[in-house]
Structure formats: C-alpha cells, structure tokens
C-alpha cells in the first residue's frame, strides 16, 4: 500500500496506481491514525513524500534507514526505527509535529510530519522514500509543491 500525505505527492510520483493501492492521509499524526487505524499492521508500506532538509538538495530523492521523532523542547528520548533499506546511501528521517525551519544538527538529514506516526501505530513492514522539497523554507515548499 502506498502512502502519501498530500495529493501533490502521489500525483509527482507519477506512477499509475488503482484506487485501492493508495492511501492520501492528510498531513500529521491525527491524520495519519484516522486513515491508517483499520489497517492489519503487517501490511506493506511504501510512504512517498515531500520532505525538508537541513543540506540535502532540493529534488533529491533520499530512502530512509531510521527514523527518529523530532521535539527540541523535549527534554527526553523517544524510540527510534530502523527500516529496510537496500539502497547504498541513505538517510534518517526526523518526523516533527511542525514544519521545521531551522536545527542544530548538522549530518545531512531528511524532515517529515508523517513517517514516525506511521511506524508509532505498529506498522512493521515498512519502506520510505522522501523527496527534499525544500532546505527548511515554507516558501520553497510550497513553490516545489505547487510546480
């Protein structure tokens, strides 16, 4: 089952996909629970998506490896996830709860607000590829989104 958040992703993903082999959930976490709660959790997922980048370039498509939760107000751990990736270079995904537009960490990294939500729920069969839209700008988001 392929997942997107927004329309604009599946559409840019330009594979031709019945009805059935998708989902759009809708950005974020509640989003994410109402459309994916009545899934079995063993079902395969391929989440495709927009993401931003602190130095990753606009346009790359980058696999996931891990995926971590990003809070900076936090002021403890939460789990994080490994995926299955074949793929020589890849990435680790942190999925906010915000659009984020600035951090600290400086190894090329990959930002979502869906892909830890996801595996939260108890998906364990899970693949993910992010499209860098943006190095952390709205603004550029929203042009590449909308292009």
Do not use: W
């Amino acid at each position: 089952m392929y997942i997107f958040a927004e329309k604009e992703e599946q559409l840019r993903f330009k594979k031709d996909l019945k009805e059935n082999e998708y989902i759009i959930t809708g950005v974020g976490f509640p989003n994410i629970y109402l459309a994916l709660k009545d899934l079995p959790r063993d079902t395969e997922i391929i989440n495709i998506g927009f993401a931003g980048s602190n130095n990753i370039e606009v346009g790359k498509v980058c696999p996931i490896k891990e995926v971590r939760h990003f809070h900076p107000s936090l002021n403890f751990s939460t789990p994080s996830f490994t995926l299955k990736c074949d793929e020589k270079e890849s990435f680790i995904c942190y999925s906010a709860d915000f659009f984020v537009t600035e951090c600290d960490i400086k190894e090329p990294i990959v930002f979502d607000m869906e892909l830890y939500s996801i595996l939260l729920l108890g998906f364990t069969n899970v693949t993910a590829y992010k499209y860098i839209s943006d190095n952390l700008s709205l603004d550029t988001y929203r042009e590449e989104r909308d292009r």
